[in-house]
């Protein structure tokens, strides 16, 4: 499916609390900012602190959108502050859109974001160990598994084991096509 990637606007709150709500199935067991009742307030506040990051220059959270501007999701990275030639991606997709590709297409275009700052050397995708769907989108976009370690994500029950994954800057050739079709 092809995706537009973009920063996230007041007037995508509503769809970003409704996408949120009816994706709670998929999005409450591994993440603590997804909640019954979200609102297009929280939502707001959420699009602020992007813009507020994004101008730091410590993260880059993007929406996902359909050409037709429907709201799929959102997908960022985020810069470490202690390893600077380190970043990672997060991403989420609405529960009614998951299995057409839409995570794998925005890791791919985040992963060439993060290649064209040049001190970027390794892009890190986190996953629960148990998050099978996440596990599979890092995979299936040719990052290298290097393990598992406790407690680098914490969920509602507490720190768990998760599941590591890379892209190094020379292995770049999964990530050649600019199409996100």
């Known amino acids: 499916m092809q995706i ?6 007041d007037e995508d ?4 609390a409704a996408a949120v709500n009816a994706s709670l199935d998929t999005l409450l067991p591994w ?3 997804a909640h019954a009742g979200f609102t297009p307030e929280q939502a707001r506040q959420w699009f602020t602190i992007t813009h507020l990051l994004r101008n730091k220059g410590e993260a880059n959270e993007l929406g996902l959108f359909a050409p037709d501007g429907r709201l799929l999701g ?3 990275l ?16 609405r529960s009614s859109e998951q299995r057409q590709g839409i995570a794998s297409n925005a890791v791919r275009h985040l992963v060439e974001l993060a290649w064209q700052s040049p001190e970027i050397k390794v892009v890190e995708i986190l996953a629960a160990e148990e998050n099978m769907a996440s596990r599979r989108v890092a995979t299936g976009c ?19 084991n998760t599941a590591i994954y890379h892209f190094h800057r020379q292995d770049k050739s999964h990530t ?3 199409s996100f079709a």
């Open 4 to 9: 537009i990637l973009r920063p996230y606007q």
């Open 13 to 16: 709150a509503e769809a970003f």
């Open 31 to 33: 993440l603590l900012w």
């Open 74 to 76: 959102g997908a960022g």
């Open 78 to 93: 985020r810069y470490s502050r202690v390893q600077r030639d380190h970043c990672s991606i997060g991403y989420w997709v």
């Open 142 to 160: 040719g990052a290298e598994f290097k393990g598992i370690k406790y407690g680098l994500i914490v969920l509602d029950s507490g720190p768990v």
């Open 176 to 178: 050649r096509s600019n």
